[in-house]
């Protein structure tokens, strides 16, 4: 399982393993306070598409494609992550006030995804899923 938390909310028993995936550590939030398990600043945007971005709604969906294109060149991280969430389940820590367009937001939806594509059946090479009844 993976949730998404804001570094401002108290950690809780059903956080599982807390990391921060924001490239700074937050501001007014001590280690103790935060809890994190693992500060893995590899897994935010970097600092360009995280300034070009500004939190811009009207952005999000370009924001979404270049950090995926990011994250695709991070198959480690990628790797380290899913393994957390299939073990005990995660929590992506971020500090940003908008939750629902944060990139924890857009990276939780990414490793869904890969996920998703990991459980899949296989399709065919001609993009066809196999039929069950064939032999």
Excluded: C, N
């Amino acid at each position: 399982m993976i949730r998404i938390k804001r570094v401002y909310s108290p950690a809780e028993a059903e956080d599982g393993f807390r990391v921060l995936v924001d490239r700074v550590w937050p501001r007014g939030v001590s280690k103790k306070k935060l809890q994190a398990d693992l500060w893995l600043k590899d897994a935010a945007p970097s600092t360009a598409l995280r300034k070009w971005f500004g939190h811009d709604r009207a952005k999000w969906e370009e924001f979404q494609r270049l950090y995926f294109a990011e994250l695709d060149e991070k198959p480690e991280v990628i790797r380290q992550l899913l393994d957390l969430a299939e073990k005990q389940g995660v929590t992506l820590l971020f500090a940003a006030r908008d939750t629902e367009y944060s990139h924890a937001a857009a990276l939780k939806t990414y490793l869904v995804s890969v996920t998703e594509k990991a459980q899949s059946p296989r399709q065919s090479s001609t993009g066809e899923k196999p039929d069950k009844g064939s032999t």
